[in-house]
């Protein structure tokens, strides 16, 4: 860490004792030592300007501490770290620990209500954090406040309603004085919303419907009461943009997941980004990666702001990597599409109209036999945290190459609280090499490069041309992190954590943890040391340079 | 979304509707939500519950479909069975499951062959224990054969192995062979592996491990390691080792 970081550093400590105010958030990019918000800043960059552990001296990380989640679900948050207290999650339990240490400060035990449905797992995101106060989003579909410094519960709102489905599995975002949140569910008929919560007392400001009803733009993109049951979830944080005081967000799937049928039309605004007024909840603009899907392809992704040249011209931009297997380029200001290109085998897309809409290959639709799409259900990427590094310039992003399903639809009725699918992607490949969600205890892994492998890959962002990979021979759930000296940290399914050098993927350093790593690795500095943490298994495991 | 959990069963029922006469559709419906809603209690092959097989295609209670509807609908309370949150067609789809279930164990309690005959076959003329082991006896560089009555697959499927190994290997049983920096090619069956390294139980049944980075050349063998058995035993002796395999479910009885 260089010496004015530090200075920074002790000083914040001491003068703001853990009080974070919206313009600490807003600039959190100039206290790398902390991490104020679920990405690391609101651009979502993932990219720290941390410069202790560099390309030549990873090789010496060991082990400091592991928090032992005692929890058997998929583990994903990604910790806050403010002024040497970090703040993450056990399920839907908040801790407080010595970011130094791994002690525990405190343990907030939350229990969600019996009616909480989930398609995927109990899973939570991450925390958020304005002045002294945490905010924490439940699987049963509520957002609590929690006092920072004791724990003790301040606040308990109902989002929605848990037994139809709801749940939120996403960290927070932070706006001002609002704390933002949507809901899960896309599998079970809701119709999805953005919210925003009054920071001090847990009243609703605004609420963006996903789904828009009667009266509502968009809503003619809904045959008959399809609306109803539309889908349109979110359970990945968005981004913000100062500037325009644009918050963008990533919408689910449209509900039925595998029969269109049932919902004639484009299905607004499901698999698109959306741009909403911070203050009002008022849509500015969106764009639709997929209009009408049948396959599941949430566009969940974190949208990714970079300010950079293009075409020679100076712009701000939005960076997505879709589950879609497309890399995206969009104006963040207006939604202008300027770039889509893919970045793994597919065969659902033969090109993009003037205005960006997808035109579909033939014989795409999902049918009672089954049709075959690349990439298959999980997609070419999913909510993995992707990384730009204005050093390198290049974009990173976790990727599943050679990903295919066959996804057949079926009849069914909508029953509240049930799954509701209408349908089931099967994998091409007989017997369970296919690659689908994160487990716990994983099968041997035989497969074959050809079945399917996933990768860490870098792309020139102007064009989306690939620069480089590093592959793996089994899934990664793993987000990516970069820092100011080109050192890369992700993982993956195979158990390992590592480090790439991030203008090559030179593989640098790495450690097998025995679990998979389904989170975004992040860094911070406690003390002066700068420390690497990344959950695997059920634990969350924190690295540092070696004392000389 | 998790899907992989009913992949196996789907693509199960999907590969014997050539025998069956239940609408594909309602079966696989049925399936799903057996998972969901009775697996929990009754177990997957529908035998968990003591005294209840569901795959018997007889129920203690009750005998129209109607009635059996109603059971999974309303439970039956003083007994421990909670109601089940299904719509009526849910339930129908259900009892088609069921009903495949039960036709599909019927047919194979009645197909020909003798499995003490296939056992004979097995461990005679067809020396499959020279790769394969079956409870504590033979070789373990081939798959394990102990359960392989459990393991749902058909009989035209164990058939069309001995005939035609190539025709469809099981992923979990691929081999590979590894060239180490001493040049001498080791063949083994592939336990794992991942982005650095391999794991294998190779051809004298040793555990090993190698670091890919450290390896002159490896690869997948493209082809089984078994030999086909087309020609070499009567259709009298497959079809007694098919319900040999069959009869096969694991190491208590």
Known sequence: MNVRILLSSLLLAGSLAAQVPFDRILRADREPHNWLTYSGTYKSQRYSTLDQITRDNVKNLELQWVFQAQYLDPYEPTPLVVDGVMYTMQGNDAVALDAATGRVYWMYR????????????????????L????????????????????????????????EAGYSITHAPLVIKDKVLVGSTGGEYGIRGFLAAYDAKTGKEAWRFNTVPGPGEAGHETWGGDSWKTGGGSIWVTGSYDPETNLTLWGVGNPGPDWNGDVRPGDNLYTCSVIALDADTGKLKWHYQFNPHNEFDWDAVQVPVLVDMDWQGQPRKLM?????????????????????????????????????????????????????????????????????????????????????????????????????????????????????GMPRLAQPPNTRMDEENFSAVRAL??????????????NATDSGIL?????????????????????????????????????????????????????????SLFVFALRDE | MRVITLCALVLLAGTLFAQHGAPRADVENGAMFYQRNCAVCHGPNGDVVAG??????????????????????NGIPDKGMPPANLTERQAEQILAYLRFEAAEAARIAALPGNPA?????????????????????????????????????????????????????????RFVYVVPADGKRITGRLLNHDAFS????????????????????????????????????????????????????GITP
């Open chain 2, 198 to 249: 391999l794991q294998i139980l190779d051809s004298e049944e040793r555990l090993r491990s190698f670091q890919k980075s450290k390896l002159r050349e490896f690869d997948f063998e493209k082809t089984s390691m078994m030999p086909s058995y087309q020609g070499k035993l009567t259709s009298a002796e497959i079809a007694d080792l098919v319900v040999y395999l069959l009869s096969l479910k």
């Open chain 1, 110 to 129: 939350y229990t969600p209500s019996p009616d909480a449905r989930l398609c995927c797992g109990r899973i939570s995101r991450g925390l958020a954090i």
């Open chain 1, 460 to 473: 020139d962002p102007r064009t989306g041309e690939r620069k480089w990979e590093f592959k793996m021979s």
């Open chain 1, 131 to 162: 002045d002294g106060t945490l905010f924490m989003a439940t699987v049963d579909a509520h957002l609590v406040a929690v006092d920072a410094k004791t724990g003790r519960p301040l606040w308990d709102v109902k989002v929605a309603r848990a």
């Open chain 2, 52 to 73: 209840v097989d569901l795959w018997s295609g007889k129920f203690r209670r009750v005998s129209t479909d109607s009635e059996i509807v109603g059971i999974m609908r």
């Open chain 1, 319 to 435: 960076l997505w990597a879709n589950r879609n297997g497309f890399y995206y380029v969009l104006d963040r200001t207006t939604g202008e599409f300027l770039l889509g290109k893919n970045f793994v085998k597919q065969n659902w897309n033969v090109g993009f109209d003037e205005k960006g809409r997808p035109m579909m290959a033939p014989n795409t639709k999902s049918t009672y036999e089954g049709t075959l799409i690349f990439p298959g259900n999980q997609g070419g990427t999913n909510w993995y945290s992707p990384s730009y590094s204005p050093r390198t310039g290049l974009f990173y992003l976790s990727a599943w190459e050679n990903t295919s399903s066959i996804f057949a639809k079926r009849d069914q009725e909508y029953v509240e609280g049930q799954f509701y699918g209408s349908g089931q992607p099967r994998s091409p490949h007989p017997r369970g090499i296919g690659m």
């Open chain 2, 117 to 173: 005959d296939g056992r004979a076959v097995f461990e005679g003329k067809g020396a499959c224990l020279n790769c394969h082991r079956v409870g504590t006896r033979g070789s373990r560089t081939g798959p394990d054969l102990t359960d392989i009555g459990s393991q749902r697959r058909t009989p035209e499927e164990l058939q069309r192995s001995i005939l035609d190994p190539n025709a469809d290997i099981n992923p979990q049983n």
């Open chain 1, 482 to 538: 970069t820092t100011a000296t080109d050192v890369l940290f992700s993982g993956g399914r195979e158990g390992y954590f590592y480090a790439l050098d991030a203008r090559n993927g030179e593989l640098l350093w790495k450690v097998n943890l025995g679990g998979i790593v389904a989170m975004g690795p992040m860094t911070y500095a406690a003390e002066g040391k700068q420390y690497v943490a990344v959950n695997a298994g059920n």
